[in-house]
T-cell receptor, first 117, second 113 residues
Framework: AQKITQTQPGMFVQEKEAVTLDCTYD???????LFWYKQPSSGEMIFLIY??????QNATEGRYSLNFQKARKSANLVISASQLGDSAMYFC??????????????FGGGTRLMVKP | DAGITQSPRHKVTETGTPVTLRCHQT?????MYWYRQDPGHGLRLIHY???????DKGEVSDGYSVSRSKTEDFLLTLESATSSQTSVYFC????????????FGSGTRLTVV
């Protein structure tokens, strides 16, 4: 079963409008973290925002905010005032513990966001 | 000041040949990871390292091996490349603190013909 699900393969948004990218996750670990990454057409992975499972408030970073609903196991990314440069693939990822040590990221399949002028 | 570099950036190789991809970091981070990215799958973990000579398998490790003889270098080897290993490969590093983002290299686009 997929641990991270992004149900929107592609989305359009009008420039300057807000957009929400959906992400649901599945874990039985009470301690976990959720990340969002942006991948522009150039291919690099850019870290956007992080939400810890014990964080009381939703994370915000500039125009990015994370709508964290723990009971529903969702961690949606909200981008306010979309810009043309926001056109990219967006990946939701969850931090999971590894057997030996440390952690790894498990990724969803991604959402391609296209901002229309 | 990338902190993490991958080489080569692009490679075309023939089926059955060995291929080694290199990941080099200057951050002295303990954890290093190799992921592959394929359409519809996001990124999937191949192997990871939690210290020098300490490595373990990830979700899609078949056909791959890794080595880490120095903190700064993490090598991914395809012993005998197959067409199913055509992909974009990303290396990532992580300091270890839970709320830190993982830093990714620029990726290596590998084509096996």
């Amino acid at each position: 079963a997929q641990k991270i699900t992004q149900t929107q393969p592609g989305m359009f948004v009008q420039e300057k409008e807000a957009v929400t990218l959906d992400c649901t996750y599945d874990t039985s670990d009470p301690s976990y973290g959720l990340f969002w990454y942006k991948q522009p057409s150039s291919g690099e992975m850019i870290f956007l925002i992080y939400q810890g499972s014990y964080d009381q408030q939703n994370a915000t970073e500039g125009r990015y905010s994370l709508n964290f609903q723990k009971a529903r196991k969702s961690a949606n990314l909200v981008i306010s005032a979309s810009q043309l440069g926001d056109s990219a693939m967006y990946f939701c990822a969850m931090r999971e513990a590894l057997n030996n040590a440390g952690n790894m990221l498990t990724f969803g399949g991604g959402t391609r966001l296209m901002v229309k002028p | 000041d990338a902190g993490i570099t991958q080489s080569p950036r692009h490679k075309v190789t023939e089926t059955g040949t060995p291929v080694t991809l290199r990941c080099h970091q200057t951050e002295n981070h303990r954890y290093m990871y190799w992921y592959r990215q394929d359409p519809g799958h996001g990124l999937r973990l191949i192997h990871y390292s939690y210290g020098v000579k300490d490595t373990d398998k990830g979700e899609v490790s078949d056909g791959y091996s890794v080595s880490r003889s120095k903190t700064e270098d993490f090598l991914l080897t395809l012993e005998s490349a197959t067409s199913s290993q055509t992909s974009v490969y990303f290396c990532a590093i992580h300091e270890g603190q839970q709320n830190y983002g993982y830093t990714f290299g620029s990726g290596t686009r590998l084509t096996v013909v």
